[in-house]
Each structure stands twice: as C-alpha cells, then as structure tokens.
C-alpha cells in the first residue's frame, strides 16, 4: 500500500504536465523540466517515508515505465527534447541504485536534489539567460550561466547537507562535491548525467562520512 501511494503524486504530476503541454500552459522544456524539480524533490525524500528496498522497486518500476512510454508515445511533454536523450531513464536508475551505495537518508537526499534542484536550474535559467554564454561539449549545447547555477545550488545543497549531518562535511569536499557534479552534468551525453552526477555525490559522501 506504502508503494501505491508513494506513486500517485508522480502519476499525478506526469497527467498535469501531459494536460498542460496539450493545452500549450508552458513551453516543452518549461514542463520538463518543471516535473524534473518536483518529481526529484519528491523522490529524495523517499527514505523518509519508505524502506530501501521500497525504493529499489520503484526504481526498477519507473525505470520500465519510463522505457514503455518511449515506444507508445505517451508523456511526451516529459521528454520534450530536441536532442536524443535518455535523462529520464538514467535519473530513474540512480534512484535505485543510490540505495546500493548508501542508507544515510541526508546522503541520498543531496545526491538527488543534485539532479533535481541543480540541474533543473541550470536549464531554466541558461535557457533564459545563457543565449550569449552558449559552449560545445560532445555536441551538447550548455551556457555558461546555467552552468554556474548549476555549481551555485550545488554548493547550497551541500552546504545544507554539511550543516544539518551529524556527520557534517568539510569545505573542500563541499566544494570538491559540487565541482566534481558540475563536470559530470557537463559532460554526461545522452542524459547520462542524471545518472553519474548523483552517484559521485553519494558516493563522496558515503566516502568521506
């Protein structure tokens, strides 16, 4: 029952995004990526409200699910993207596999909202401002302003993390965390970055905890 509900705020986000980019509320990158942020957000704090192996199902679920939609053609406004990209199956398998690297809650946390809070903001806002700051890497087109906001909520996200961790975290891995994901978001093709800047920051985390 725990799984059921855990689903229905994200099957809910998904039809309201679906409806809106039918009825043109937002541009397709605008919804994406606006399901990107509250999806992510909700996910994180996943191991608040379910067991590790919980999550590892719905991982394994949505990960199916994300695979089948791209063959029926539905949810389209999720993956309205010009480019060919698979962002939305690897941010998928990082939630599971996220749970093979740690069972700190506060580590799987910041390694979410790595994708979630940062990388949604570096889309939105290099896409708003980062017309003139635009670069090449592996064929992908990036801004240097969505760039740095991606290094600047990643900075606060972990700066969070070292402040509320029992743990806590110094500043050089703080700044080591956050300059390690933003090179991963920047070179991560094919939306492999949704996938590897995660695991990094677990992965320090777990590391240095």
Same mark, same amino acid.
């Given at each position: 029952?725990?799984?059921?509900?855990?689903?229905?705020?994200?099957?809910?986000?998904?039809?309201? /995004?679906?409806?809106? /980019?039918?009825?043109?509320?937002?541009?397709?990158? &605008? *919804?994406?990526?606006?399901?990107?942020?509250?999806? &992510?957000?909700? @996910?994180? #704090?996943?191991?608040?409200?379910?067991?590790?192996?919980?999550?590892?199902?719905? +991982?394994?679920?949505?990960?199916? *699910?994300? #695979? @089948? +939609? !791209?063959?029926?053609? @539905?949810?389209? %406004?999720?993956? +309205?993207?010009?480019?060919? %990209?698979?962002?939305?199956? #690897?941010?998928?398998?990082?939630?599971?596999?996220?749970?093979? *690297? !740690?069972?700190?809650?506060?580590?799987?946390?910041?390694?979410?909202?790595?994708?979630?809070?940062?990388?949604?903001?570096? /889309?939105?806002?290099?896409?708003?401002?980062?017309?003139?700051?635009?670069?090449?890497? $592996?064929?992908?087109?990036?801004?240097?302003?969505?760039?740095? =906001? $991606?290094?600047?909520? +990643?900075?606060?996200?972990?700066? &969070?993390? =070292?402040?509320?961790?029992?743990?806590?975290?110094?500043?050089?891995?703080?700044? $080591?965390?956050?300059? &390690?994901?933003?090179?991963?978001?920047?070179?991560?093709?094919?939306?492999?970055?949704?996938?590897? /800047?995660?695991?990094?920051?677990?992965?320090?985390?777990?590391? @240095?905890?």
């Amino acid at each position: 029952m725990q799984l059921i509900f855990a689903c229905v705020p994200v099957l809910v986000m998904l039809i309201v /995004a679906e409806v809106s /980019a039918n009825h043109h509320v937002l541009n397709g990158e &605008g *919804i994406r990526k606006l399901v990107h942020i509250v999806v &992510g957000t909700y @996910v994180a #704090f996943w191991p608040f409200m379910l067991d590790w192996n919980d999550i590892r199902i719905l +991982s394994l679920a949505f990960t199916a *699910i994300v #695979f @089948v +939609s !791209t063959r029926i053609k @539905v949810f389209q %406004s999720v993956r +309205s993207v010009r480019r060919l %990209s698979y962002g939305e199956m #690897f941010f998928a398998l990082s939630v599971g596999f996220l749970t093979l *690297i !740690t069972e700190s809650k506060g580590i799987y946390a910041a390694a979410i909202l790595q994708m979630a809070w940062a990388d949604g903001a570096a /889309a939105l806002i290099g896409q708003a401002l980062g017309k003139n700051t635009q670069y090449k890497i $592996f064929g992908q087109v990036k801004s240097g302003v969505g760039t740095l =906001a $991606f290094l600047s909520v +990643s900075l606060a996200i972990l700066i &969070g993390y =070292a402040h509320y961790s029992v743990a806590g975290l110094g500043w050089e891995y703080v700044i $080591f965390a956050a300059l &390690g994901a933003t090179l991963l978001e920047n070179m991560g093709v094919l939306g492999l970055d949704n996938l590897l /800047a995660p695991a990094y920051v677990g992965l320090l985390l777990k590391i @240095v905890a």
